[in-house]
């Protein structure tokens, strides 16, 4: 079988974790993902008072 | 005769420049590096809907210690996913069935879970050779059948990659053959051997998907074992 032709053997390997490594995770990472929304029966906690002025 | 069809197998050289290095450089240029803008196009939106769920999905049985493998193992499953959809397509070359790729991946990652959970709690790592319940007679065969279930786990991972790809491949091969010749003596065979065929196309897209998400969900398991 020519799979086990072991001439390239290391150089696959090599150059396949080689690309596993550096190309494949910044486009990975790349993506960023929004929040997601919350329900709209979440009440809003009411403010706490305060007694400085407000500026 | 059998052996000319394994030919497709051979890792190709063109003019000196050997095409793994192609099949294995040229299929990122469909997945374009998103930009730090909000709104994407349809391309990546769609990958990164697909990379989220899946992240999610795999993510789901491991422990917070297991989260830090979420880049590797997201990355793996494009990786395999990508070289294995674009190798169903006529006249391409799949760099994963290629034994080499295989246990490259599979011996240095299973590897790692395994040092990892030595390394965190051996105690229950080793734990993990003995099943529970197991009557006092049997222990020591049941360790021995167990630690070599845990050596033979690699072997298994990369040769079960190449084994599916490459059956698949030879069967496609051989069955287009088939319909070819039988074209000009049986046509009324060669439009059934194409219909099967053509079933057998679809089939191969389905195992190509599977079998790199099975790759990719048994490192998990393996992980979640041992953080």
């Known amino acids: 079988m020519p799979q086990l032709n072991p001439a390239p053997w290391f150089a696959i390997l090599i150059f396949s974790w080689l690309v596993f490594l550096t190309v494949i995770p910044p486009k990975v990472l790349g993506h960023s993902f929004t929040n997601e929304p919350t329900p709209l029966n979440v009440k809003k906690a009411k403010p706490e008072p305060w007694n400085w002025p407000w500026h | 005769m059998a052996l000319n069809f394994f ?3 051979m890792s190709p050289t063109y003019l000196g420049i050997p095409l793994i290095a192609l099949a294995l450089s040229l299929p990122w240029v469909l997945f ?3 930009s730090s803008r909000w709104l994407n ?3 990546l939106t769609l990958q990164g809907w697909f990379i989220n769920r899946f992240t999610q999905q795999m993510l789901l049985p491991l ?3 297991g989260h830090k493998w979420a880049v590797l193992l997201t990355s793996m499953m494009i990786f395999l996913v990508t070289l294995k959809m674009l190798g169903l397509l006529p006249y391409t070359f799949t ?3 290629q034994l080499s790729l295989n246990m490259g991946f599979a011996v240095p990652l299973w590897l790692a879970t395994v040092v990892i959970g030595l390394r965190n709690q051996p105690t229950v790592a080793l734990g993990h050779l003995l099943p529970e319940g197991t009557p ?3 222990i ?6 167990e630690t070599f279930s845990l050596l033979i786990r690699p072997l298994a991972l990369g040769v079960r990659l190449t084994a599916n790809l490459t059956a698949g491949h030879l069967l496609i091969q051989l069955i287009a053959t088939a319909a070819f010749v039988l074209l000009p003596m049986m046509p009324t065979v060669a439009i059934l051997t194409a219909t099967v065929l053509f079933l057998l196309t679809l089939l191969e897209v389905a195992v190509a998907m599977i079998q790199a998400y099975v790759f990719v969900l048994l490192l998990t398991l393996y992980l979640q074992e041992n953080t």
């Open chain 2, 140 to 145: 020591p065969f049941l360790i021995i059948v």
């Open chain 2, 136 to 138: 006092v007679v049997l």
């Open chain 2, 41 to 43: 196009n349809r391309l």
């Open chain 2, 95 to 97: 760099p994963t069935t």
């Open chain 2, 63 to 65: 422990n917070l210690g």
């Open chain 2, 32 to 34: 374009p590096t998103p």
């Open chain 2, 7 to 9: 030919d497709q197998f």
